[in-house]
């Protein structure tokens, strides 16, 4: 679930609105994993909802732009 930013950018607004859903669903895994002292690697939980962030940033950047 590695994305770099410009790889973010490409996808359309529809593609990256599920993936943001199919990553909360893989946050939500995490902090049950987690919860439950079965998480190895805390670090992911981190780094998913930092790259759920960027999808909502470059969403809100797409629709500035046809908004103009």
Do not use: P
Not at 3 to 12: H, N, V, W
Not at 20 to 30: C, N, S
């Amino acid at each position: 679930n590695k994305m770099k930013l410009e790889e973010i950018r490409e996808c359309t607004t529809a593609e990256l609105q599920d993936k943001i859903v199919e990553f909360k669903k893989q946050l939500f895994d995490l902090r049950l994993k987690k919860s439950m002292h079965k998480l190895e690697n805390t670090a992911e939980i981190g780094k998913l909802k930092n790259l759920i962030a960027q999808m909502k940033t470059v969403i809100k950047e797409k629709s500035n732009q046809e908004v103009k």
